[in-house]
């Protein structure tokens, strides 16, 4: 079953504590992205990586951090610093970098975190 | 600055009238345009590309330049169609989402 992967579903966090949310891709696709997305505010992107070992910040990426040490996994560090953490996180990919792409990019189904 | 605006959070229509959904951009240079939806426990998954020029689900979007807009419209609207609508904007180096707009059709 080919497709984006994202883990775990829903997490629950204390606060003070850093968690990481998985996101894995066998689409064989050079770019991936996280994004945020809260009620009324639509998505917004938290870093990319257009290849293995690089990544760029997105819009909101105060608090977060990312690695890319593998073109199939792109996992989202949420680190305490992040003032607001509760929402639900999209993993994304597509085919080429996000200057050079067709615009499809392809999701998972996602990763709720709850900051308690 | 590259931003997209959906002016409405919540749309509600009846089957079978037409539908709507309004996309606004800004941008100076030639833009390319999506919709994306999402249907309810479903992945976020594109609908259509203004490239394309196609009509997908029975939906269509025509990028009107001078107004800056890419809305999207339906014909007759079906209780599938309830959805979240994104509309999204390619620019340099990212995808940019609008806020989106809830699309609730009843029976």
């Known amino acids: 079953d080919g497709g984006i992967t994202q883990s775990p579903k829903y997490l629950f966090r204390k606060e003070g504590q850093n968690v990481t949310l998985s996101c894995e891709q066998n689409?064989?696709?050079?770019?991936m992205y996280w994004y945020r997305q809260d009620p009324g505010q639509g998505l917004r992107l938290i870093y990319y990586?257009?290849?293995?070992?690089?990544?760029q910040k997105g819009d909101i990426a105060e608090g977060y951090s990312v690695s890319r040490e593998k073109k199939e996994s792109f996992p989202l560090t949420v680190t305490s610093a992040q003032k607001n953490p509760t929402a639900f996180y999209l993993c994304?990919?597509?085919?080429?970098?996000?200057?050079?792409?067709?615009?499809?990019?392809?999701f998972g189904e996602g990763s709720r975190l709850t900051v308690l | 600055a590259q931003r997209v605006t959906q002016p409405e959070k919540l749309l509600s229509v009846f089957k079978g009238a037409p539908v709507e959904l309004k996309c606004n951009y800004s941008y100076s240079g030639s833009p390319e345009l999506f919709w994306y939806v999402q249907y309810s426990r479903q992945r976020l998954q594109l609908l259509l590309r203004?490239?394309s020029r196609e009509s997908i689900k029975g939906f269509t979007a025509d990028l009107n330049k001078g107004e800056t807009s890419f809305h999207l419209k339906k014909p007759f609207a079906q209780e599938e169609d309830s959805a979240m609508y994104y509309c999204a904007f390619q620019g340099a180096q990212k995808l940019v989402f609008g806020q989106g707009t809830r699309l609730t059709i009843n029976p």
């Open positions: 990586s257009q290849i293995v070992n690089d990544f």
């Open positions: 994304a990919s597509s085919i080429d970098g996000p200057g050079a792409n067709t615009g499809e990019l392809f």
């Open positions: 203004h490239i």
């Open positions: 689409l064989n696709h050079d770019a």
